[in-house]
């Protein structure tokens, strides 16, 4: 009987470690699981993150396009009440400086849209190219019962009718005061050191990595240009020591003819992108670059970048 016993014992402690065996077993199996379904669920969140914030900057860059074109309309409208004022108050210095205002604002906002942001703060801007548009509107209305008023206007205005070398006098004026109003606007300069990793460009700081300069700058919408208006625009790229980055200096020229690239472009009014590359043999310099944008010999607009 005791024999007995002791086998039915051996027997149980073989059941029970089978038993536990088993549950060693299960619970790595679960736990196995449950690790794989934490990564799998981390790299879902990631790739949707991920398109999430594509699609925020397409929205992003979608919205500045946009905004962009706003700010161009409403750059033309004060480009045409200066060309109003320019007509019959000349000697009027207080109109001429709201004016001035006017262009710093826009160009106040033209920089923090080519700044870029979140959602919030382009929506921002437009509300702010919303409320300039009104201020324009407005303004016109007032610049317009000004001039009515305006004896001096009004003498004027009867002079130039009463001899035909008058008035032949002011067409020649307006048509240049035209030409000039049509001629195209420029967006803001930019330059963007980069290089090209499998075939997409990547903007890069540091100047060992620089394999080309990235230039572009828009010729914004001006409803005042009826006829095509033909320009050459330079790009002129300072390096560190003040020196002329270019390809093309192979004879002796003065320093102010040197260019780092330039684009003849024909504009007729309508929004024009211009896009260019320069890239030297050189490797580049650590400091800081100065860029010039020129037309008709004079710089128009300039910006700085740094490298690494």
């Known amino acids: 009987m005791d024999q007995e016993t002791k086998i039915e014992t051996v027997e149980n402690r073989r059941s029970n470690g089978k038993t536990i065996v088993i ?28 398109t999430r914030q594509e ?5 992003t860059n979608s919205m500045k396009d946009s905004l962009q074109e706003l700010l161009a309309i ?16 000349t000697g009027n210095d207080s109109l001429m400086q709201i004016i001035n205002e006017k262009e710093q604002r826009i160009a106040s906002i033209r920089s923090q849209i080519a700044g870029g942001g979140s959602s919030a703060k382009m929506r921002a801007l437009k509300d702010s190219i919303m409320n300039l548009g009104i201020a324009n509107s407005k303004f016109k209305t007032d610049l317009q019962e000004l001039l009515l008023q305006n004896e001096d206007y009004k003498a004027r205005f009867e002079a ?3 001899t035909n070398q ?14 000039i109003a049509s001629e195209p606007f420029i967006g803001t300069l930019s330059i963007v050191p980069a290089r090209t990793k499998k075939g997409v460009m990547e903007p890069v700081t540091k100047a060992k990595k620089v394999e080309y300069l990235s230039i572009s700058f828009d010729l914004l919408q001006n409803s005042l240009t009826e006829k095509p ?19 093309t200096n192979s004879s002796l020229v003065d320093s102010d003819d040197v260019f780092s690239v330039k684009e003849t472009a024909t504009f007729d ?14 490797a580049y310099k650590k400091g800081s670059y100065k860029a010039e ?7 128009k607009q300039t910006t700085k970048f740094e490298l690494l």
Do not use: C, H
Request: no cysteine; proline share 2%; aromatic share 6%.
């Open 23 to 50: 549950v060693i077993l299960g619970l790595l199996l679960a736990g196995s699981a449950i690790s794989n379904y934490i990564f799998w669920d981390k790299a879902e969140n990631a790739s949707l993150n991920f």
């Open 55 to 59: 699609d925020t900057l397409k929205i």
């Open 74 to 89: 409403e750059q033309s409208k004060v480009a045409q009440l200066r060309l109003e004022i320019s007509m019959w108050e």
């Open 160 to 162: 130039s009718e009463s």
């Open 166 to 179: 008058a008035l032949t006098n002011t067409n020649v004026n307006l048509t240049k005061k035209v030409e």
């Open 229 to 247: 208006v033909e320009k050459e625009y330079i790009i002129r790229i300072l390096d560190p020591n003040n020196v002329v980055l270019s390809t």
């Open 269 to 282: 009014g309508k929004l024009q992108k211009i896009r260019l590359k320069f890239t030297q043999a050189p």
């Open 293 to 299: 944008l020129k037309v008709d010999g004079v710089v």
